[in-house]
C-alpha cells in the first residue's frame, strides 16, 4: 500500500478526516515513530509499580466499588482478563464495521498519547486488527459515556484477546477462528491493560466523529437546497446582503449569508424579479441566514470540540513520568473517561438538526401552496387528477417528528451505578448515536425539499445559477421530472444517501467553484 494511504497515530495530530478514511475507506494504519518514547516511559512505571508492590489503582487493586480489594502480584493479569470478559456485557445490534473501525483507531490514537501505561504489545494488536480487517462484534448499547465507553470497548479487548466474536463477511464468528484462518495470534494482557483498552470515551467519539463528517458536507448543502427553494419561490437575496449580517455580527448567519450570495451568482431567476412589488419573503426563506447560521455555528463547535476529544488521553488511571522522583504519584486518579464534553456538544447539534429540518419543512409548504407559491397545486401537472409531490412533504413531516424526538437531550438523564462510586455519567455514547441517527433524519428532509425546489424549477421561466442548476442535475439522474403521479419512495431514500455521502458536495464545487465556509 502507498504511502498516501496509510494514517499515522500519535496521540496529537490525527483529524476527524483520517478517522473516516480508516472507517470508510479501510485505509492502513501505522503508529508515528515519536509516538514510541512516551508509550514505553509509561510503560516503564506501570513494571516498577508491579516490582516494588506499591499499591496503586488500576494496576494491583480492584475496580469501581472495589478499589480497596489488593490483588496479589501472581494475578494481575487475571485481574485484567477478568475485567475485560465481566465488563463485556452489551445488549441490542452490533455497530456497524465503519463505527467499530473509528472507534478502534480513536483508542488506538489515545493510548499513543503515551499516558496509559499500556504493554506496547496491545497498540500493536490494535494496528494489526485494523489492517487486516479483524473487526470486532459489539453491542452498541451498553455504555453510560462516564467511566469511558466501558461495555463497548470490553467487547472490543476480549477480541484481542482472542474471545468474543468478530464481524466476518456479515457473519458473526469465534474470534479465535478467524485470527487462524488470518495467521494471526491473540496476545496476553499483562498489568493495567485491560484497564487501558476499556476506560475511554472512544465510542461516542466514534459516532460524533462520523456524524459531524457527514454534517461538514450536508450542511453546505443545505445552504444549495435553500437557495433553489429561494428561486424556485421567486425570493429575494436582500436579506443576505453583507451590511445586514455586520450589524448583527454572528459569524454563522454571515457566513451562510455569503455562501446564499455565491451559490445565486448568476441566477436569471434572481434578476427577473429585482424589481417586483413583494415586501418581503415568509420567514422560512427571509430568516434562514439566522437559522442555518446558528445551526452552523454549532457545528463549528462539535467540529472544535472532535478535534481536542479525538487527541486526547481518557482512560484512568493516567501516568505521567518523572524518572527524577518515582513514585505512585506518577499515576494519577482523575475523571478524563467522563464525556460530559462530547454528550453536551452532541445534544446541542440534535438540537439544531431539528430547527434546520424544521425551517425546511416550512418552505416545503410554501411552494407546494398555489395560494402563495403561484404555481401548479403540489406540482401535479394534473391537479385534482394527480396529487404531484403533495405526499413528499407529509415524509418530511415524519422524518422530521423523529428528529423532534432527537432533538431531547440526552444529558438530561444520570444514574448511578458501581455501589455509588460511579454517581454522575454522561450518557455521551447515547447522545453521539441520536446525533448519529438525527443527521440521518435531517438528510430526508433536505432530500424532501430538494425534490420540491427541483420540481418548482421546472416551472420557472429562466434559468437559476449555475450552482443549483448543477444540484437539480444531481437529482435528475436519480428523479427525473414528474409526468403523472407515481411513487417517489425509493427516489428520496438515494437523495437522502447521496446529500449525506454521495460526494455532492465535490462535485458542485469542483464544475462550479468553492463555496465560503
Known amino acids: 500500500m502507498t504511502e498516501q494511504h496509510v494514517v499515522y497515530t500519535d496521540g496529537t495530530t490525527l483529524s476527524p478526516q483520517e478517522v473516516m478514511m480508516v472507517a470508510r475507506q479501510q485505509a492502513s494504519v501505522a503508529v508515528s ?46 485481574l ?24 478502534m483507531l480513536i483508542r488506538l490514537n489515545s493510548l499513543c498519547k503515551g499516558h496509559s501505561g499500556i504493554h506496547p504489545d496491545c497498540i500493536r494488536q490494535l494496528v494489526v486488527y485494523l489492517n487486516n480487517n479483524v473487526h470486532p462484534a459489539i453491542p452498541r448499547i451498553g455504555s453510560l459515556g462516564a467511566s469511558g465507553d466501558l461495555a463497548p470497548l470490553s467487547h472490543l479487548a476480549l ?48 459516532y460524533s466523529t462520523i456524524a459531524q463528517q457527514e454534517l461538514s458536507e450536508l450542511l453546505i448543502l443545505s445552504d444549495v437546497v435553500l437557495a433553489a427553494s429561494m428561486d424556485a419561490r421567486s425570493c429575494s437575496l436582500t436579506p443576505a446582503r453583507p451590511e445586514v449580517h455586520e450589524a448583527r455580527p454572528h459569524p454563522g448567519q454571515a457566513a451562510v449569508a455569503q455562501r446564499l450570495r455565491t451559490i445565486l451568482s448568476g441566477s436569471q431567476i434572481l434578476d427577473s424579479h429585482e424589481a ?44 505521567f513520568p518523572e524518572p527524577d522522583r518515582p513514585g505512585p504519584h506518577e499515576v494519577v486518579s482523575q475523571g478524563n473517561f467522563h464525556g460530559e464534553i462530547v454528550a453536551l456538544a452532541c445534544d446541542a447539534m440534535s438540537l439544531a438538526l431539528f430547527e434546520l429540518g424544521s425551517i425546511s419543512e416550512r418552505r416545503m409548504d410554501q411552494m407546494l401552496d398555489p395560494t402563495r407559491s403561484g404555481l401548479p397545486a403540489f406540482l401535479a401537472s394534473n391537479s385534482g387528477l394527480e396529487s404531484g409531490l403533495m405526499i413528499v412533504q407529509y415524509a418530511a413531516g415524519s422524518s422530521l417528528a423523529e428528529l423532534h424526538g432527537q432533538s431531547a437531550p440526552r444529558t438530561a438523564f444520570s444514574t448511578t451505578t458501581s455501589a455509588g462510586q460511579e454517581d454522575h455519567v454522561s450518557m455521551g455514547a447515547t447522545a453521539a448515536w441520536n446525533l448519529r441517527v438525527g443527521v440521518r433524519r435531517l438528510s430526508e428532509v433536505l432530500a424532501c425539499e430538494l425534490l420540491i425546489a427541483s420540481e418548482a424549477l421546472e416551472h420557472a421561466s429562466f ?26 419512495s425509493e427516489e428520496l431514500r438515494t437523495l437522502a444517501e447521496m446529500l449525506r455521502t454521495g460526494g455532492w458536495l465535490a462535485r458542485l464545487e469542483s464544475e462550479h467553484g468553492r463555496l465560503p465556509r
Open 463 to 488: 434559468p437559476s445559477s449555475p450552482h443549483v442548476n448543477g444540484l437539480v442535475q444531481l437529482v435528475r439522474t436519480i428523479s427525473p421530472p414528474l409526468q403523472g403521479d407515481r411513487s417517489t
Open 276 to 319: 417586483c412589488d413583494r415586501v418581503q419573503d415568509p420567514y422560512s426563506f427571509r430568516c434562514a441566514p439566522q437559522v442555518h447560521g446558528a445551526v452552523y455555528e454549532s457545528f463549528l463547535r462539535l467540529e472544535e470540540m472532535l478535534h481536542r476529544e479525538i487527541n486526547s488521553a481518557t482512560d484512568n488511571p493516567l501516568i
Open 33 to 78: 515513530e515519536n509516538a514510541w518514547p512516551s508509550i514505553h516511559a509509561a510503560r516503564g512505571v506501570v513494571e516498577r509499580i508491579v516490582s516494588t508492590g506499591e499499591t496503586v489503582y488500576g494496576i494491583n487493586t480492584g475496580f469501581g466499588a472495589l478499589v480497596r480489594e489488593r490483588i496479589s502480584p501472581e494475578d494481575l493479569a487475571l
Open 80 to 103: 485484567q482478563v477478568n475485567l475485560v470478559r465481566s465488563h463485556a456485557t452489551g445488549v441490542g445490534e452490533h455497530m456497524s464495521l465503519e463505527a467499530v473501525r473509528a472507534m
Open 159 to 206: 477480541a484481542l484477546i482472542g474471545e468474543g466474536s468478530v464481524i466476518e463477511d456479515g457473519e458473526l464468528r469465534p474470534t479465535a477462528e478467524v485470527l487462524f484462518e488470518k495467521g494471526l495470534v491473540e496476545i496476553e494482557l499483562t498489568a493495567k491493560d485491560g484497564l487501558s483498552l476499556i476506560n475511554g470515551t472512544s465510542q461516542m467519539t466514534a
